[in-house]
């Protein structure tokens, strides 16, 4: 018995981490292990190892610290809020759990998330959909066939971000940061993209940045494309400095499936 959500976030937080730190002729390992501590109750211990390029012993010390990054060419190398580490901590902790660190600089990293779950008396077997893309344009055609831009550095974010749009009939183009969006926003045709989705914290040029360059710059969709931010910050002063820079709207990371659907009704199902 667990809570599927805070997990799911907790193992995309730190896999996540793990593929943008890891060169890509890296290794990333996902291991569970579990351990009876009683006849209700069992450990569940969550292992993510990584090849990675490390962590010095000083940053270790208050890594799960809010907004805490190793440096500044972090930031601006890897993109990022430093708020990740902090948020598995925290919802580790609030379900009576604890999360560990072992890293060393140039050969990797490891995190361990031990929970302790009650077992249940019930085995839930996963019922498996299978969809074809003419099942989808039967329920969205209005969202089939159009193009969105997403600006994400983050892999996995985009894949899972993209993987849903693509289940609705959406064709997505990923940016892996603002520049780059910029640069296919502005050689892109008239009318080819209906929205961008723009992740916040990127290496080379954010997304604040990003859309003042594509609000400001001649191409004819440029004052009328809705913007979307995409960000784990979610404070009322972070909702106004999106909309200040030019964007339409803000969604929260982890994205939710019906704030992202209710977007795309908004401004694609016309």
């Not at 937080?13 to 890296?26: H, I, R």
């Not at 759990?97 to 600089?105: A, F, M, R």
């Amino acid at each position: 018995m667990l809570d599927k959500l805070r997990v799911n976030q907790i193992l995309m937080n730190l896999v996540s981490n793990s593929v943008k730190f890891t060169p890509n002729n890296g290794r990333i390992d996902l291991v569970l292990q579990i351990e009876p501590l009683d006849e209700e109750t069992d450990n569940i211990t969550f292992t993510i190892k990584d090849t990675g390029i490390g962590m010095s012993q000083e940053f270790m010390s208050r890594i799960f610290m809010s907004f805490e990054q190793e440096s500044k060419n972090t930031t601006l190398e890897y993109g990022g809020s430093g708020l990740g580490l902090s948020i598995v901590k925290h919802l580790s902790n609030l379900m009576e759990g604890d999360v560990k660190v072992e890293s060393q600089v140039g050969v990797g990293s490891s995190f361990f998330v031990t929970i302790p779950m009650k077992k249940s008396e019930k085995v839930i077997k996963p019922k498996l959909a299978t969809i074809t893309p003419s099942d989808i344009k039967l329920k969205d055609k209005k969202l089939a066939g159009k193009h969105v831009l997403l600006a994400e550095d983050h892999p996995i974010n985009a894949q899972i971000v993209t993987k849903i749009l693509e289940k609705w009939g959406v064709e997505v183009t990923v940016a892996e940061n603002g520049s780059i969006a910029v640069n296919r926003f502005l050689f892109s045709p008239p009318n080819f993209y209906s929205l961008i989705f723009m992740d916040i914290k990127m290496p080379v040029m954010d997304g604040f940045d990003a859309t003042k360059q594509i609000r400001e710059s001649n191409h004819v969709d440029a004052k009328t494309i809705p913007i979307y931010a995409m960000s784990a910050n979610a404070f009322d002063e972070d909702v106004k400095d999106s909309i200040s820079c030019g964007m339409n709207g803000h969604l929260r990371k982890p994205i939710e499936i019906a704030a992202l659907k209710q977007v795309l009704d908004a401004n694609l199902a016309k």
